[in-house]
């Protein structure tokens, strides 16, 4: 399991990036995405990357099925429109203290999981 950490502009950009993760990326997003206070988000992303450019204004985190090599491959290929971050247990204390925090956070309203539709044989 990897966790996305999605920083953006509005509420509606990070809806939109998680619908593309889900659509397009077609990586498996376990449970609710949920909200994370911006500073927080913009504190991760100083500890994985070393440095914030721009702070943001939204984020939220959401779980995924898939292991980070197959995740950040996956929306490499994609443009979504607000910055997503690939969280791993290689960040150990950040990482583990995501998990532990995440049951914990409010629920970001208003995305859905799209309906996937069977494959024909």
Sequence with gaps: MTILLIRGDSYEKLKNA???VDRHAELTIIGKPKIIVPEAADEILSHILGEVKKPCKT??????????????DKIRKI???AHIVVVSERYGEVY?????DFPKLPV????????????KK
């Design 96 to 100: 583990y203290k995501l998990l532990d």
């Design 59 to 72: 984020a939220c985190l959401a779980k995924v099925a898939e292991k980070a090599p197959k995740a950040i």
């Design 108 to 119: 970001l309203k208003g995305y859905y999981k799209s309906k996937k539709k069977e494959k």
């Design 18 to 20: 998680l619908a593309d």
């Design 79 to 81: 443009h979504p429109p």
